[in-house]
């Protein structure tokens, strides 16, 4: 299969040049001015850009809370029309088995043959067994580079300890593992939801209230000094607030190895979504939750100052009118999470691009770049360059519309975005040369993606 994209302009992290492109045998085969090939299919980019597939290194297709369930890998299509090329999903250790085995079981079972894009994992461990814990160096070696810790969620069996975490830290550092960890002080929540509940504050809205910028400033500072202990590169996951950005920056001034992303609906979502009437808050219930207006511009600083490396969606797609109303009368009985896999690139380009808050060179770093290299993919993914797989965006920045579910892939009864200004998107995609968005519309298949070997030390490599 081989194909030439010609007369588009073509956006790296680094550059943004006018040239032709070939794309052949699922790679990258030349860059240049008037590139032929004998039998090409010949795509005409005139005035649109060319953009690395997206990496979305934060995605939840089988996250489950009290008894039900996200969608399933076959909705990784979304990806693919959102202009994602590559999503890593998260795996909790099952109780009883190891690291590798629940991530290795997981992955055959849900992934293989069913995901529309390519594919890796971050492994949970819960169950910080001394076993379990010196498995964690195999992780690198078997192409799991980053693993997740949860500091939030007081009882449940994926809370993680400051014994657990530290521990953690210092066998990974040994490998090249990362350490990704979901920073909110789980005893202060705790406190908050029962005081709000025995009170009768039991609306969506509440869930803000219980967890506050300083549940979430309070365990990003007490990660990144048991990081600064163990000597370790440390990563933070949907970063949210001003306070938290600042714990992140001083940290890097001090020459530690941290970094943190923030998420699309972070960046444009602010609190009120919460307070809607008639339930509607609870589509908007996430953790870390959403912020006041002043917190959002404030990520915006920390993407621009290099603290914030990476924008993920996040993406938990739970039913609205089934799911979500397990909740009602009970905040804390709402599943968290929202769908956005296929919204992150419009939004980013829409409101951060259009508004002048990042140029198309960040946006490219943010959604492609780095999530790439922190996960070791880099430069097989997220790189526009001879030899890098040819997972390549045509995108459109004329087109004017509005994000509304129907249009979604994500099989899921609301987008997050209703009704919100677009500007630009995906026009067409390529999954390792093969086309499978074209003028808009998803033409692929479920088991066109591969699962993808990540390289240790990533995050130090990105620094």
């Known amino acids: 299969m081989k194909t030439i994209i010609k007369n588009g302009t073509i956006v790296t992290a680094e550059s943004e040049y006018c040239a032709d492109m070939l794309m052949e045998d699922g790679k990258i085969k030349a860059i240049g001015k008037q590139v032929s090939c004998e039998d090409a299919e010949v795509i005409d980019a005139q005035g649109k850009y060319i953009l690395p597939g997206g990496i979305d290194q934060h995605v939840h297709f089988s996250f489950q809370f009290n008894g039900t369930s996200t969608r399933g890998f076959k909705t990784s299509c979304a990806a693919a029309a959102g202009g994602t090329t590559t999503v890593i999903e998260f795996v909790n250790q099952v109780k009883g088995k190891g690291l590798i085995e629940s991530v290795e079981d997981y992955r055959k079972k849900n992934a293989d043959g069913v995901a529309a894009v390519d594919y890796s994992f971050h492994v949970v461990m819960t169950d910080p067994r001394l076993e379990v814990v010196e498995e964690i160096p195999q992780l690198a070696q078997v192409g799991y580079p980053v693993m997740k810790l949860f500091m939030a969620y007081k009882g449940m069996f994926f809370h993680a300890d400051d014994e657990a975490i530290l521990k953690a830290l210092l066998k990974a550092k040994e490998a090249g593992v990362t350490v990704m960890v979901h920073a909110e002080n789980a005893d202060i929540i705790d406190v908050f939801q029962k005081q709000l509940i025995a009170e009768g504050k039991t609306a969506p809205y509440y869930h803000a209230v219980s967890r ?57 979502l602010d609190e009120s979504n919460l307070a809607k009437p008639d339930f509607e808050g609870a589509k908007y219930v996430c953790s870390p939750a959403l912020r006041t207006p002043e917190h959002l511009e404030y990520l915006w600083h920390g993407l621009n100052l290099g603290w914030l490396n990476a924008v993920s969606s996040d993406h938990c797609g739970f039913d609205w009118k089934e799911q979500k109303h397990m909740g009602h009368g009970d905040f804390r009985n709402i599943p968290n999470g929202a769908p956005g896999l296929q919204n992150r690139l419009s939004v980013l380009w829409t409101y951060g691009v259009e508004k002048g808050k990042i140029s198309r060179q960040q946006l490219v770093d943010l959604y492609a770049t780095s999530p790439a290299k922190v996960n070791g993919l880099f430069p097989q993914k997220g790189s526009l360059c001879v030899g890098a797989d040819a997972d390549v965006v045509i995108f459109d920045p004329d087109y004017e519309g509005t994000f509304t579910v129907a249009d979604m892939l994500h099989e899921v009864d609301y987008c997050s975005y209703e009704g919100m200004e677009q500007k630009g998107r995906v026009d067409t995609v390529f999954l390792r040369g093969k086309k499978v968005v074209s003028n808009g519309e998803y033409i692929g298949n479920n088991g066109d993606g591969q699962w993808l070997k990540g390289s240790p030390f990533g995050l130090l490599y990105q620094s």
């Open 212 to 268: 506050p910028p300083v549940v979430e400033a309070e365990a990003t500072r007490r990660a990144i000094y048991l990081a600064e202990t163990a000597g370790a590169p440390l990563y933070i996951a949907h970063v949210t607030c001003r306070e938290a950005v600042d714990e992140i920056g001083a940290a890097m001034a001090r020459g530690q190895s941290v970094c943190g992303e923030t998420c699309s609906h972070y960046l444009v």
